[in-house]
């Protein structure tokens, strides 16, 4: 008895002297304040060392790295610490002793610290993980899911994806448990972060139900929290889903956050904001703002390059200069990835600046070997749009591009590897190349057919054996891209998917062997037409040009339906096909349209709200609510502004349809008293240039003078007031007589050969016409002025002709199908064809 008493009383002091160290352990662990400093306690106590222990340090060790900026990290120091290789072992060996909570952050703070993701270390962690979070129960034979706490659940998703196994079984279970658990879900970050995991997995109805769930809890979260927004715009990105209600809410968020965000966080956002082609002025010109206050700031390669991708694009050309002198400065210290961040910033502002151009590349140069397939293609890409001079590199590049050909496997890879090659000069192509992309050509979607298609065109262009080797390689190749196009509009099923394929697709190929079958496809499936992708299939046919009264109407039908569901932004694109193909819809289609945007004027976009009002009024309507919100000196004010954040291209387009709605308004509208202010903007369009004329309307103005009974009866390239440019004009008095001009204008020929208008161009010249006289304008219509699957006229061509008649003219208007037809292939019936179109127009 006593000696049990003595072991008793023996093992109560060994247990209180264990509890004693593992306290004293913890409380050194607790105090750290350094890497070395862990590292140090760890290497005095690695037999006392717990699992607690262990989590604690290495938990610190990444909340040390964490806190750093991240040029200034020190991961692979750490890593190389022979204490490291203690918490590493440890870890291994305690993986059982790990509660849910520590084993996954354990394996989240060990891939922090650059722990290879094949490491036994990081595969057992992922191992035990995978136990506790999906287990079946061979009595019941039904899959268990454990009580993971829905924060470590998160966790463990982000370490996943980490390791590239979004697509994984596991992460597959992880959506199931996400969308059984999701409105127990309250924590915005744990929500957003999850989200973004599962994105590639989601189906529609769980897509939907995060969506609403996102919705609610950015409502009740912090709003200075910018990350939980800016996951879920990642989080629609991965998605390809544009949720307009979802976005403008982050959107409100991240505008308040503005004065919070760094250079690199204004860049992440502006670049998923552009791939869901999402604009919003308040937001650009705030970041523009923003990102000007950082410029001092931002004297590190990290820092700058994230603030000149970000705002070198809408700068103005004094800042855009002063970037680019800091850039040239900073050029030795940049990596390789942001030398490929730079250079491709450069090629978005066309640059011309040779000396950053030359110090950029030769950074690249130097980091060749690290880049991957995708962005050695973007570099060639960069380096080949900004015109740099330098074959030898170029010759490197494509034998690099060439060699990541031959051995990819990936379609998407494949094609961009292709497209680039295709811009590179090259006589002969290897016949691996061709046989690597005719392998992959048939998991191809029509997109990267299309790419495909436009790549090889080019190389039998380019390739002298083509006109002797036939059939060519390049026919077999364009015949399984052709089949392959085929079979993939044939057997889809989808619309959605169709739409997503369809989205930038365009060019030669397309037009001539799909675009057919891609009618037949989506009127095929037009029972799956709905509110949420009329917009997208709207924005589908006006960019083909291509007139289809089926699905028009069917369009019209459920936008007249379902108005109220359509965002209101969405609006213009719905409307767009018919005011541009100039398609009558149903009666109420517009109204119902116009009555959807009125109550939101002021939330538009300034460039969209002009688009819209444009083609409407291309449509011949004119909203007067909508009309005097665009023609008032705020709104202008600040169109201008936004206008200097937009590219070249939507900025000229911009101001280009402010114009015609601006004379499509002082026309057709005088009782709105709108001013006509353009004419300036309109005599620097004229001085740009002169625009050469085809064949045929240099045989019409011979035919005319013969039919007129004199060239001085006919004026070429006739400016009207408000600047419409009329290619013949001709003036008949009361009698039908044709009035000659006093000044005669003739066709000048330029020293390169080719034929101009004349001066008269440049002038507003408007002869008094004789007492009841009338003035006829000659319109000749080539095939832009018409449907591509029709004679169709289109909507712009209409408008022109109603501005022309309200300017007091009479318009021939002669279509080039009907001047180049069979018909008309004689001098004297060419000459029929112009007095019946002229003067018999007049006859009584």
């Known amino acids: 008895m006593l000696r049990l008493r003595c072991v008793n009383s023996f093992l109560r002091r060994l247990l209180h002297r264990e509890t004693v160290n593992r306290h004293q352990v913890l409380e050194q662990l607790r105090v750290c304040s350094a890497e070395d400093q862990v590292f140090d306690v760890v290497g005095k106590n690695k037999a006392k060392l717990t699992v607690s222990h262990v989590s604690w340090a290495v938990g610190m060790l990444w909340k040390f790295q964490k806190e750093k900026p991240q040029m200034l990290r020190t991961v692979e120091l750490l890593k190389s610490h022979p204490q490291f290789l203690t918490l590493r ?267 950053l151009l030359n110090k950029i590349a030769s950074v690249i140069k130097r980091n060749l070997h690290v880049y991957k397939p995708v962005e050695v293609a973007r570099i060639t890409q960069a380096l080949f749009l900004l015109q740099y001079q330098n074959p030898e590199f170029f010759t490197k590049l494509r034998n690099i591009l060439i060699n990541f050909l031959q051995r990819s496997v990936f379609p998407y890879e494949v094609t961009m590897l292709t497209r680039v090659l295709s811009m590179l000069a090259c006589p002969r192509l290897d016949e691996g190349v061709i046989s690597r992309v005719e392998a992959v050509v048939t998991q191809c979607n029509l997109n990267d057919l299309n790419t495909i298609s436009f790549a090889v065109a080019k190389w039998m262009r380019n390739d002298p054996s083509y006109r002797h080797n036939t059939p060519s390689k390049y026919v077999r190749l364009l015949q399984t891209v052709n089949r392959c196009g085929h079979e993939r509009l044939q057997t889809a099923d989808r619309l959605d998917l169709v739409l997503e394929e369809l989205k930038y697709i365009s060019g030669e190929w397309f037009e001539e062997m799909l675009v057919e079958e891609t009618m037949v496809t989506l009127q095929r499936m037009m029972d799956q037409i709905n509110w949420t992708n009329v917009p997208e299939l709207a924005l589908f046919l006006t960019r083909i040009n291509h007139v289809c009264p089926p699905l028009m109407d069917r369009i019209a039908s459920v936008a007249i339906k379902d108005i109220d569901k359509i965002h209101h932004s969405a609006t213009y694109a719905t409307l767009l096909p018919f005011s541009v193909l100039n398609y009558d ?61 937009l590219p070249d291209a939507l900025n000229m387009r911009t101001r280009l349809r402010l114009m015609e709605l601006n004379r499509a308004v002082c026309l057709e509208c005088p009782e709105f008293q709108v001013p006509w202010f353009h004419e300036r903007y309109c005599q620097q369009l004229q001085k740009k240039g002169n625009g050469t004329i085809s064949p045929a309307q240099q045989q019409i103005h011979k035919m005319l003078g013969e039919v007129l009974g004199g060239i001085n009866c006919v004026r070429v390239a006739v400016v009207t007031p408000y600047f419409y440019t009329v290619d013949f004009e001709c003036i008949l008095d009361k009698r039908l007589q044709p009035v000659p001009y006093s000044e005669p204008s003739t066709l000048q020929i330029s020293d390169r050969g080719k034929v101009h208008w004349g001066t008269s161009s440049l002038k507003n010249t408007r002869d008094e016409l004789p007492p009841g006289a009338q003035r006829v304008a000659v319109d000749f219509l080539d095939s832009k002025s018409f449907c591509k699957n029709s004679h169709h006229m289109k909507g712009e061509t209409l408008m022109r002709k109603r501005h022309l008649e309200i300017l007091g003219y009479l318009v021939v208007q002669i279509p080039h199908f009907e001047w180049n037809s069979m018909e008309l292939s004689t001098q004297d019936a060419w000459k029929e064809y112009l007095k019946e179109k002229i003067f018999g127009e007049l006859s009584p």
Not at 196 to 209: E, F, H, Q, T
Not at 212 to 227: E, F, I, Q, V
Not at 607 to 621: G, I, N, P, Q, T
Request: charged fraction near 20%; glycine fraction near 2%; hydrophobic fraction near 45%.
């Open 585 to 645: 819809p149903a009666e109420e289609f517009y109204d119902v349209c116009i009555q959807r945007i009125t109550p939101h004027i002021s939330s538009f976009d300034p460039h969209l709200l002009v688009l819209l009002a444009y083609s409407l009024a291309v449509a011949d309507c004119f909203p007067e609510e909508l009309v005097r919100e665009i023609f008032c000196i705020d709104f202008l004010g600040k169109l201008d502004a936004q206008l200097e954040t």
């Open 89 to 355: 072992v440890l870890a291994e060996n305690k993986i059982n002793l790990m509660d849910d909570f520590m084993l996954v952050d354990m394996l989240y703070s060990f891939l922090r610290l650059n722990v290879d993701p094949h490491d036994s270390l990081v595969q057992q962690l992922v191992s035990e993980a995978w136990l506790r979070v999906d287990r079946y129960d061979y009595f019941t034979q039904m899959w268990i899911f454990c009580r993971f706490p829905m924060a470590s659940l998160s966790k463990f998703a982000i370490c996943l994806s980490d390791q590239h196994l979004q697509h994984s079984p596991l992460m597959g279970h992880i959506a199931r448990i996400v969308g059984q658990r999701l409105s127990s879900i309250d924590d915005a970050r744990i929500l957003t972060t999850l989200m973004i995991s599962v994105s590639s997995l989601v189906s529609p109805r769980l897509r939907d139900a995060l969506i609403s769930r996102a919705d609610h809890l950015l409502d009740t979260m912090d709003p200075s929290n910018y990350n939980n927004p800016r996951r879920v715009v990642q989080f629609l990105r991965n998605i390809r889903y544009s949720h307009r209600p979802l976005l403008e809410k982050c959107n409100e968020i991240l505008l308040c956050n503005i004065p919070r965000l760094d250079a690199e966080n204004i860049s992440i956002i502006m670049g998923l904001y552009q791939s869901l082609q999402f604009n919003n002025c308040d937001f650009r010109l705030a970041v523009k703002q923003r990102l000007i206050e950082l410029v001092d700031s931002s004297t590190d390669p990290f820092s700058f390059t994230k603030l000149f991708v970000a705002l070198a694009p809408m700068a103005s050309q004094e800042i855009r200069e002063g970037l680019e002198n800091t850039a040239l400065l900073l050029a030795d210290e940049l990596n390789a990835q942001q030398a490929l961040a730079v250079a491709e910033a450069l090629e978005e502002i066309e640059s011309r600046n040779l000396s």
